[in-house]
């Protein structure tokens, strides 16, 4: 049943999952993607990359590149302190929709602004939008022809400051060639990989944490 792959990860969410216990809801994504239908969540194991970058850098404004079904959104905002705010922009109506109620269902969806368009075309709007002068920590993870021009704009727009992480998701698999080649050799980054594998596969991908220096 149910209509779409995110529709069906939304239903089982909602009937097994704890309302309210972002750690059950992620919990019942990772088991319906790795046991009923693979989905493009960053999953357990990239996952923990995740939190230890999102608990190092203890972040008051992050920016996420691609929600989807709301899984990354919700391993960020549950280690988020308190006045903490993520932003996350999606493009896709269905999945934003999805994301909202999978958000809604962990209890974290008072942390979050989730904007429904396209990177580039919010991007420019975020800084006057969130009233807010750069983000801490910059999630990437929508689609990989994305990853290099989005990190430019986001330099353009004066939202990145010295000390600024980003972590980019799939740098391996499906692979983001320009931008690794970007991060790895501009004097502006300082980059280090993170070997991982693809979620609820035995097929490698890795995570690249860049620290901007201004
Ligand atoms: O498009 C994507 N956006 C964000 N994250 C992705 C991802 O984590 C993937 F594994 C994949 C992926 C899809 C098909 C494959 F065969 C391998 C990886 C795609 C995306
Ligand atoms: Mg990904």
């Known amino acids: 049943s149910g209509k779409s792959r995110p529709m069906r990860i939304l239903q089982y969410v909602q009937r097994t999952a704890v309302q309210g216990d972002a750690n059950s809801v992620i919990s019942a994504v990772d088991s ?68 909202k109620q999978i958000l809604g269902h962990a209890g974290v969806d008072a942390q979050v602004d989730l904007l429904v368009g ?28 994305s990853y290099l021009p989005d990190t430019k704009l986001l330099e353009e727009c004066g939202l990145l400051a010295s000390g600024t992480v980003l972590l980019a998701d799939n740098v391996t698999c499906p692979g983001a060639p320009d931008y690794l080649q970007y991060v790895r050799n501009s004097p502006r980054y300082k980059s280090l990989y993170f070997p991982s594998q693809l979620e609820y596969l035995q097929v490698e991908d890795g995570m690249e944490k860049s620290i901007f220096l201004g």
């Open 118 to 145: 396209t990177s580039s075309a919010l991007i420019p709007q975020l800084k006057k939008k969130f009233d807010l002068d750069k983000f801490d920590l910059v999630f990437i993870d929508h689609w990989k022809t």
């Open 32 to 99: 319906y993607c790795a046991n009923v239908e693979w989905a493009m969540n960053v999953g357990d194991m990239k996952g923990e990359i995740l939190d230890a970058v999102v608990l190092d850098v203890r972040p008051r404004w992050v920016l996420e590149l691609g929600t989807y079904c709301g899984y990354s959104t919700m391993r960020i905002a549950r280690f988020l302190p308190p006045g903490a705010r993520l932003v996350t922009l999606e493009m896709n109506h269905h999945y934003a929709q999805v994301a």
